[in-house]
Nanobody
């Protein structure tokens, strides 16, 4: 089996920081892109940030300059450092991993269960 597990969510005051982690485990041959998405109550899921295997990053407009995505390929882990948090960042944050498994089906797009981030004003 292949799965990803997120951690690091919680309650923080506006202006504060949080760091999310997401680790993939199981029968994994290689990992392509890794990403964070978020979904606020009553809204559609939106892209927060992506990072390729080579470290090329891309950010949603609302988080540019405040959030940083990074990854540790050896640990199969992606991080999201969130600074200068705002109440509008409140959402469930989901990890997404595009990987090649050692078992069929090999190409997989895996979602985590989500971690709640709440930013109080």
């Amino acid at each position: 089996q292949v799965q990803v597990v997120e951690s690091g969510g919680g309650l923080v005051q506006a202006g504060g920081s949080l760091r999310l982690s997401c680790t993939a485990s199981g029968s994994i041959l290689s990992i392509n892109s890794m990403a964070w998405y978020r979904q606020a109550p009553g809204k559609q899921r939106e892209l927060v940030a992506t990072i390729t295997e080579g470290g090329i990053t891309n950010y949603g407009d609302s988080v540019k300059g405040r959030f940083t995505i990074s990854r540790d390929n050896a640990e199969k882990t992606v991080y999201l450092q969130m600074n200068s948090l705002k109440p509008e960042d409140t959402a469930v944050y989901y990890c997404n991993v595009d990987l090649i498994a050692t078992i069929l089906p090999q190409r997989r797009d895996i979602w985590g269960q989500g971690t709640l981030v709440t930013v109080s004003s």
